[in-house]
Every structure is written in C-alpha cells, then in structure tokens.
C-alpha cells in the first residue's frame, strides 16, 4: 500500500475494433442469421397466387379453406374478393411451391361440400371442417395460368385422371340422367356426367367414364341402353317387376353389351349412342353398318309439312342415310331475322357413300365439303305423291351460289340448301287433295249411313214385312170373290131371271082377257115401237159386252202378279236408293188402297149390286109379268144393267167362266129380245091373233 | 440515512480498494482472485458486461417477435383446428367475457417482457450516461426486473400444461404452437440480459457524472 503503483503505461494502440467485443455477440449474430434464415426461407418457398372464379363461395374463407389435390393440402385460399361486377367470387389460393409448376392451363377446380345423391353421401367430412376446395391436374407441366374458372361440381373426367373417357349421345327417344352409373352385372363400372342438350338441340350429349380397370369391357361394338326406371309386364307366367337396382331405379343409370364379338377397343372420346332399351340396342348393331354415320344439319326455310324422322336421304336417287330429327332453330345472328326454320339433322351412312379408302365419317365429311365446293346442295323432294311424304335429296345444282360445308367445332357441319321441287308435283297433288278434301265426303256418308239405317229399317218395318201378307191376302181375296157364290150366282140369276121372263110371256100368251087387251094392245102398239128403238141400242149393247169380255179375257192375272212381282223388284232395286226411305209409307198405302178396293169391291157389294140388279131385273120381270107397258123400260133397265154390268166387269179381272157366262146370258137376252121381236111382229101383223089366241 | 442522500457520494467497494464476493457477500481486497471463504471467483466488475447484455437484449427481442405473430396454442377440435396467438387468445377471451383472464395474459405476456425489454435499455443506457433516475431507484429496479422476470414464463408454464393435459385424441388436442418456443427463448434471454447486467456499475455511473465534469 505504501509503494505507490507503477505508472501504468496507457497504450494507445489502435485496436481493431472487433477485438474489445465479447463472444457473447456470436448469439445475437446466430439469432439474427436464423430469423433471416427463416424469413428468407419461408419467402422463398411461398408458392404463386392463383385465382379462382366460383359462381358463389359455397363457405369459401379466407385464411382457412384449403385447396387440396388428391385430399392432400396444397394450398391455401389468403382471400375471398368480388368480380368486378360482383357477378362470381373469387378466390386467391396461396399454392405450395412443390405444385405450382403443375397448375397449368387445363387445371379444373371445384368446391367439395356435402351432397346427397341417390347414389350416396359425399363429402361428408365436409359437413363440420368447412368447404375445401379440390383441384385435378396432370402431370405435365403445361403454359403458366393464374385465372381459373371454377366448377361447382366435380368434374368427371379430371386432367390427368386414368378411365376410359367416352361421351354418350342419346338416340331419337332416348334419356340421360346426370351422374347416372354405368352398370354391367351389377356392378358400377363408370359414370355418366352432367348432360347438356346439343347446341344443335336435337340430341342430348354427356360425358361419360369408364373407370380403368373396366376399360377393356368397352368396344366400338358395345351398345349402351338405359335401364333407369323399372318395368312391369304381366303375362302367363305372372306379374313380373323388374329393375336394375335401387340406385337406377331412383337416379337413373344406363347398362351395356357387347353383343357381336370383334369390335375394336374404344379410344378416348368415343361417341357411343344411349338407346332406349336393350332390343333397341340390339337392332341397332345389325341394322345400321359399323361406321359412325356423318350427321350433318340441314336448314329449310320453306314448310316441310311432310318430312318425318326416317325419310329418306338420298344423292342421286340412291339412299344414303335418313333424317334423324327435326327441330326449329332461331338464329338472329346468322340468319339477320327471327324466323323459325327447321332445322334437319341427317345420318349419312359413309359405307353407302362409295368411299374408297377413308370409310368413316370423317372420310365422308370430307367428300361432301369438296363436293358441296362444286354445287352439291340439299332439297326436299316429294317421296310420294300419294301421302305428300317428304325426303331429302343431294344433288348438284349447276351455277349454284358460292357455299361451303361449314363445321366448327361441337356444331354440326351444316349443308346448303337449294330450292326444293316440292312447289309443282305437291301442288298438283295439293290440288287433287284439297278437290278431295272438298267432296261431302261427310255428307255422302252421312246419306249413306241414312240410306241404310232407312233400308234396315224398311227391312224391319212392319209394313214392308207384311207386303208379301198383303199381296197374299189380296190374292187370295180376289180369289174369294171369284170363287164366291154370288159371282158364281149371277149366270144363276141370269137364267132364272130369263126363265121367268120366258114364262111371263108364255103368261102373256096365255091370257086372253079381251077387255084389257084392247088397252094392251094399244100399249103394245106403243111398246113395240118403243121396243123397235130400244132394239136399236142392242148391237151396241152386244159390242160393249164383247169389249168387257175382250177386256176380261185380255187381263189376266199373270200381269197383275207380274207387275206386283215387278213392283216388289223395283222396291227391292229402290231399297239402297234414299227414296226408299219413304217407300214403306207409300207401299204400304198403295196396298192398303187395293185392299182398300178390293175389300170395297168384295164388300162394298159390286157382286151383290149385280144381284141387286138382277133382283131389279126380276121385279123388272115381275113388273112387266104386271104390266106389258114397263116391258120397254124393262129392256132400257136390262140395258143399263148390262151397261153397268159391263162397267162392273170391267173394273174387275174376270176369269173365262165369268165372261162365258156373260156371252151366254147375253145370247140368251139376245134370243129373249128376238122372241119378243117375233111377238111384236106377230101382232103387228095379225093383231087378231092375239085377240083369238092364235 | 444513505438512500436518502442522492446528493452525496457513494463510495463504491473498488474505490475503498476492495472487492466484494457476489456469492457470500465477504470483502476481500482488491486483485484478490477467489473468495477465501465460499471460493467464489472474484471480479471487480463483470467483463464486457454492457457488451453481454446487449447482445442478449437483441437475441430477446428478435425472438419476441415471432413470439406475438405465431399461432401460441393449435386447439383441434373434433374437425374444426384453430390457432391463436398471444394477443388473439386474450381478444377472444375478452370476447367472451373472461377480462381478468385476458388481463392477465397481456399483463404477463405483454406488458411484463415489454416493460423488462425498457428496464433492460434503461439501464444499460444509464450505466453509460447518467439519467435523472437516483442510482438507488435504478438498483431498484434492477431488482425488481430480476425478479419479475422468472414470471413471465407463466404463459409457457400455461401452454405446457395444456398441452400436457388436453390430449384427448380426436375430439381435443391442444399443442404448442412456434410462439411458444419463440416466447421462452425470449424470456430466457431477457433473463440472461438482466442477469448480464453488473448492477455495480450503477455506481460507476454515478462517479463518471462527477468525473466527466471533472475530466473536462
């Protein structure tokens, strides 16, 4: 303590100027080289942003849903942001940088969340970790793209995904259900995708997947058909039910088979029809050849009233395909009006085509476009006169305007038209049609019916059935009278009635009374001119009586049952004409009125006016036997009766025996009239004779 | 009598020419190299100490950051995996409710390493030049930072134990995210700066102040 220290020599060197710091700086450098280290690093290995469009953020939030590729997560969505026009949301996805190279152009996206579908639940997971977001790409590494649209659903057939991926169209009548499975043996061996129905609208199309290990079931010769639903037949063996599974049955699903051996193995993106049923798709193996028909649109603007599904498509009168199906389209764009036309789709069959090498649908679009260069158009033409059916004939126009067969992409390649040649034949057979069309085709069968309800109801009418009664009845009548007493009285009566006249004037002879015989004789004078007169008229008499019975003789009853049989032929002939209708009344009242007559004619007592007459004739007699003054009205009385005797029988159709009887009562009258023409003489000549009785 | 005089001088053991051992408190005299009595080695003044706490406040500090922008605890329940820092867990406690909780937690998380972080400068900036703070109040809170800083691990202590406990697999597991790890780190280091610190030279300081106008 008591030597004072050394002067401490104070060094004033130039240290550097690390050399005073403590080690324990290392620490902080560590510190500050790890934080950099990992700032660096965590930098460094951040993955571009992508975006997302999504029609709407299904849960999307930022900074948790994840985007995941094969269910690993590759990045995360650091933003939820609007479209400018606030029409899609999109999402900024953070990606890992292992996998951004990946994301490529064909990269697909879409929203995984819970769905419920007749096949099943997925995403369940879904339900309580929220929405995430999937992406599918392949392996390659393809041109940069930071804009992506979004699907809400999950794509079948993903980028880089292994299956076989065909595509399904529907035939005429078929039907596609989205998602539906593709069973074979019931087993799920592929998918079907959303449909959409064709631009073209004529068909509906899908996507469809085959999953890998299946792939070899799949030829160009499998026909695929659809087996949702379930059917019902009941037939000899029973009620049946039938349907392919539960799935199917509720959520659709179609099926397939390869039924001819020998097809090819199915590329990627083949086409293959989705039939109605499975005959359906049988039928069309054997019917249609192996190569895809080229199915090309054709746009008419004129009517096709006529053209059906089916119709013919023929080049040069040859048959090469058919119309597969008809539509309206409306095309302001392109056609610069809004008109409907119709829109054809035609199945060209390349095999019919001639085609030498390229037999496919290709090789024929080919020929068509470089023929169609060269004028080759579409028309319709009249199949058949006599239907007014339409097809679709090919033919090259000469000078035709420039056009080429356009096909662009999913569109169907569309021909050309030229004016049609329906306008003169059609309308020629228009005309036929429409003069046709304007007979009272109606009407007439309408009459026609009547007629014959009218002849089956003169057939079933009373009155008709009783005309053969009627002309029996009559017949038989006439017969009646004929035969009847009276008639066959009146030569009877005839004869009595002369009889008595002859023994009035053997009376008369006789009486020999001189007082009254003066009075008598006078009268007689008188009488006998009188009966010179009466005489007179007998020839006549005579000649009328002989015309009654010409006419007696003429008519016979032959030609009444001719004409009646004439009468019932001519009815017979008018039941199919309309007058029938009002035949049965008239019919039926001309018979009544010839029963009418003849029922007056037997009752109405012409036969008993001759006996009245002849009962006249006798009173007649009697009164002559009274007084020889009524002999001259007697004769005048016996003429008239005769007249109206003659008159009588003219009405009447009088048979031989009647008109025999007439001729002989009537030389018998003619004899009376002789004897009393011979007592008139005598007694003109000797008067005393009659006074003496000699 | 001498806390109260600010005023006058404090003579410091190496001026008396003496060295005291930090472990048994013994006075030994200067240049004595190891304690006579507990065989403590015997420093005047901790070498480089400014130097060391320094650098250890940086190394805290740099690790406080990534201990507030990390996730502290990852909670997976069921399906549903969140992840909250430091100051998002006491925000949603606050949300639901739990103010004292959520006072808690920032006082301990936040407001403590904070405040130490300041202490630390403070007075390692003190030391160099003399401050308007009394060289007693600075020792002060020397001690208390000392002190309180062991408490600051309550949020690890906390972490730690739910980690520990909740792990029902499936339905609850609760880890520790990277700010745990970043937080201890720093609290450690805050520690070790604090611990760095000579306090004896709080009364160097107070010489240099009546030195330097001397020197001048």
Same mark, same amino acid.
């Given at each position: 303590m008591a030597d004072t220290p050394p002067k401490v020599e104070i060094q004033s060197t130039k240290k550097a100027w690390l050399s005073g710091?403590?080690?324990?700086?290392?620490?902080?450098?560590? @510190?500050?080289?790890? +934080?950099?280290?990992?700032?660096?690093?965590?930098?460094?290995?951040?993955?571009?942003?992508?975006?997302? $469009?999504?029609?709407?953020?299904?849960?999307?939030? +930022?900074? $948790?849903? @994840?985007?995941?590729?094969?269910?690993?997560?590759?990045?995360?969505? $650091?933003?939820?942001?609007?479209?400018?026009?606030?029409?899609?949301?999109? @999402?900024?996805i953070r990606l890992q940088k292992n996998v951004a190279e990946y994301i490529d152009e064909s990269s697909v996206f879409w929203i995984v969340q819970p769905e419920v579908t007749a096949q099943g639940i997925t995403g369940l997971s879904t339900v309580l970790s929220g929405v995430y977001i999937e992406g599918s790409w392949d392996n390659e590494i393809g041109p940069d793209a930071d804009r992506f649209k979004g699907s809400d659903v999950a794509p079948l057939i993903k980028p880089g995904g292994s299956g076989l991926q065909i595509a399904f169209?529907?035939?005429?009548?078929?039907?596609?259900t989205d998602n539906a499975p593709i069973m074979f043996r019931g087993i799920q061996v592929g998918q079907v995708g959303r449909a959409q129905i064709a631009r073209s609208g004529a068909f509906a199309i899908s996507e469809g997947l085959i999953y890998e290990e299946h792939r070899n079931l799949i030829s160009s010769s499998t026909r695929f058909w659809d087996t949702s639903?379930?059917?019902?037949?009941?037939?000899?063996?029973? @009620?049946?039910?039938?349907?392919s599974s539960l799935a199917t049955l509720i959520g659709g699903g179609i099926t397939f088979d390869t039924f001819v051996s020998g097809g090819a193995p199915a590329r990627d993106g083949q086409v293959f029809e989705v039939f109605g049923e499975k005959e359906a798709a049988r039928n069309s193996l054997f019917t249609t !050849?192996?190569?895809?028909?080229?199915?090309? !649109?054709v746009i008419f603007d004129e009517n096709v009233s006529g053209l059906s599904v089916g119709a013919p498509v023929e080049l040069s009168g040859f048959r090469i395909g058919s119309v597969e199906s008809l539509s309206g389209i409306v095309d302001v764009a392109k056609f610069g009006d809004s008109r409907v036309r119709l829109n054809v789709i035609l199945s060209i069959q390349p095999s019919r085509l001639g085609l030498q090498d390229d037999v496919s649908a290709d090789g024929a679009l080919a020929l068509m476009k470089d023929r169609v260069v060269n004028g080759l158009r579409a028309r319709l033409a009249s199949a058949s006169l006599l239907t007014g059916g339409l097809k679709v004939e090919l033919l090259e126009v000469e000078d035709a305007p420039a056009a080429e067969l356009t096909a662009n992409g999913l569109d169907l390649p569309i021909m050309p038209t030229t004016e049609s040649l329906t306008s003169d034949a059609a309308a020629t057979v228009e005309g036929v049609f429409t003069r046709i069309n304007?007979?009272?085709?109606?009407?007439?069968?309408?009459? +026609?019916?009547?007629?014959?309800? !009218?002849?089956?109801?003169?057939?079933?009418?009373?009155?008709?059935?009783?005309?053969?009664?009627?002309?029996?009845?009559?017949l038989k009548d006439i017969s009646e009278i004929v035969t009847s007493d009276d008639v066959q009285n009146i030569p009877v009566a005839l004869n009595a009635t002369l009889m008595r006249v002859e023994g009035l004037v053997a009376e008369l002879e006789k009486q020999r009374i001189a007082e009254t015989l003066g009075k008598t004789l006078t009268a007689a004078a008188e009488a006998a001119d009188a009966v010179t007169s009466s005489v007179e008229g007998v020839p006549e008499l005579i000649a009328e009586l002989q015309t009654v019975a010409d006419k007696a003789a003429t008519l016979e009853f032959d030609v009444l049952i001719q004409e009646l049989t004439s009468l019932t032929s001519s009815a017979e002939a008018l039941i199919s004409s309309p007058e029938t209708a009002q035949l049965p009344v008239a019919l039926a009242g001309a018979l009544d009125q010839l029963n009418a007559t003849l029922k007056e004619l037997r009752e109405g007592g012409a036969v008993q006016n001759v006996n009245l007459t002849l009962a006249s004739a006798r009173n007649a007699a009697d009164s002559i036997a009274v007084s020889a003054r009524d002999l001259p009205q007697m004769i005048t009385r016996l003429n008239a009766l005769f007249v109206q005797a003659g008159q009588t029988i003219d009405g009447y159709?009088?048979?031989?025996?009647? !008109?025999?009887? +007439?001729e002989a009562a009537l030389r018998d009258i003619q004899q009376a009239a002789g004897a009393l023409e011979k007592l008139a003489r005598t007694i003109e000549r000797n008067p005393n004779s009659l006074l003496l009785g000699r | 009598m001498e806390l109260s005089g600010t005023s006058q001088k404090t003579i410091t053991a190496r001026e008396a020419g003496l060295v005291a051992c930090t472990r048994c408190a013994r006075a030994w005299p200067l240049g004595t190299p190891v304690c006579g009595r507990c065989g403590a080695k015997l420093v005047s003044r901790k070498e480089n100490s400014l130097q060391r706490v320094w650098a250890l406040w940086i190394v805290g500090l740099i690790c406080y950051f990534p201990a507030n922008l990390y996730p502290m605890l990852l909670t997976r329940q069921l399906f549903t995996e969140t992840d909250s820092t430091i100051i998002s867990g006491a925000v949603d406690l606050a949300h639901h409710g739990a103010f004292g909780i959520a006072a808690i937690?920032?006082?301990?998380?936040?407001?403590?390493?904070?405040?130490?972080?300041?202490?630390?400068? %403070?007075?390692?900036?003190?030391?160099?030049?003399?401050?308007?703070?009394?060289?007693?109040?600075?020792? *002060? =809170?020397?001690?208390?930072?000392?002190?309180?800083?062991?408490?600051?691990?309550?949020?690890? %202590?906390?972490?730690?134990? *739910?980690?520990?406990?909740?792990?029902?697999?499936?339905?609850?597991?609760?880890?520790?995210?990277?700010?745990?790890? %970043?937080?201890?780190?720093?609290?450690?280091?805050?520690? *070790?700066?604090?611990?760095?610190?000579?306090?004896? =030279?709080?009364w160097d300081a107070q010489d240099n102040d009546n030195e330097v106008p001397d020197h001048g």
């Open positions: 710091a403590s080690f324990i700086w290392i620490i902080p450098m560590l @510190a500050l080289v790890v +934080a950099f280290g990992v700032a660096w690093q965590s930098y460094a290995s951040r993955g571009p942003l992508i975006v997302v $469009e999504f029609s709407d953020g299904a849960g999307i939030t +930022a900074g $948790e849903t @994840a985007l995941k590729y094969r269910d690993v997560e590759v990045g995360i969505v $650091e933003n939820v942001t609007f479209t400018g026009d606030l029409s899609r949301v999109e @999402a900024h169209r529907t035939t005429t009548n078929g039907t596609l639903g379930f059917s019902f037949s009941v037939g000899p063996t029973g @009620a049946e039910i039938d349907f !050849s192996e190569v895809d028909p080229l199915r090309m !649109s304007n007979l009272p085709i109606e009407e007439l069968l309408n009459s +026609a019916i009547n007629v014959m309800n !009218s002849a089956e109801m003169l057939m079933s009418n009373g009155d008709l059935q009783k005309v053969p009664g009627d002309v029996s009845t009559l159709n009088k048979g031989d025996q009647l !008109s025999r009887a +007439a | 937690i920032l006082i301990a998380s936040v407001v403590i390493p904070l405040g130490k972080f300041w202490a630390i400068a %403070f007075l390692a900036v003190s030391v160099r030049k003399q401050g308007g703070i009394a060289s007693h109040r600075r020792l *002060l =809170m020397f001690e208390v930072v000392e002190y309180i800083g062991r408490w600051s691990m309550i949020d690890i %202590f906390v972490v730690a134990i *739910l980690s520990a406990l909740v792990q029902i697999k499936g339905l609850v597991t609760i880890n520790p995210g990277p700010a745990a790890f %970043f937080f201890a780190l720093s609290v450690i280091f805050t520690m *070790l700066s604090a611990q760095a610190f000579d306090p004896r =030279m709080i």
